[in-house]
């Protein structure tokens, strides 16, 4: 499938971020693994400082790698000029991740990209491959012009 111009911009965003440190992913560790239209795939490698009281991942941090993922798979599709945001987020947590459980793995997809609106889905998956959260997104898309 060829690059299309909201990948193009997401490529250099999250380059620009990595290399500023800036940015969500930066501060938490995230990383980059895929990027294709309709389509990403993040990495985390979480650590003591990503727990919660319980000695688990906090899941606002799962959340919060879900939402990017999803997120992130719409401004893949997106043409060029057009922005998004999330409207709605909903996460469901299947099993705890451990802070010294291995890496995480979180796949967002688009699901439909309309004029408006655009909904996506996200997988979490441990280290072993089972699954940690799950998820969806509904955003809302911005045209090209500033004043829509």
């Known amino acids: 499938m060829a690059e299309t111009a909201g990948l193009a911009q997401l490529r250099s965003a999250l380059e620009a971020s ?3 440190g800036t ?3 930066p501060l938490l560790g995230m990383t980059v693994e895929t990027l294709e239209p309709g389509r ?3 990495g ?3 650590g003591p400082q990503h727990g919660n009281p319980i000695g688990s991942v906090h899941g606002g941090v799962l959340s919060t790698l879900l939402d990017s993922a999803m997120s992130c798979a719409v401004h893949t599709a997106l043409p060029e000029g057009a922005g998004y945001t999330t409207l709605e987020l909903k996460v469901n947590f299947v099993r705890a991740a451990r802070t010294d459980g291995g890496a995480l793995r979180c796949e967002g997809t688009t699901i439909h990209l309309g ?3 655009a909904t996506c889905e996200g997988r979490i998956t441990d280290a072993a491959g089972k699954l940690v959260a799950h998820g969806t997104a509904t955003c809302m898309i911005f045209g090209p012009d500033p004043a829509q």
């Open 44 to 46: 985390l490698d979480p």
């Open 115 to 117: 004029r408006r609106v």
């Open 18 to 20: 990595a290399e500023s």
């Open 23 to 25: 940015g969500i992913g």
């Open 40 to 42: 990403t795939v993040f």
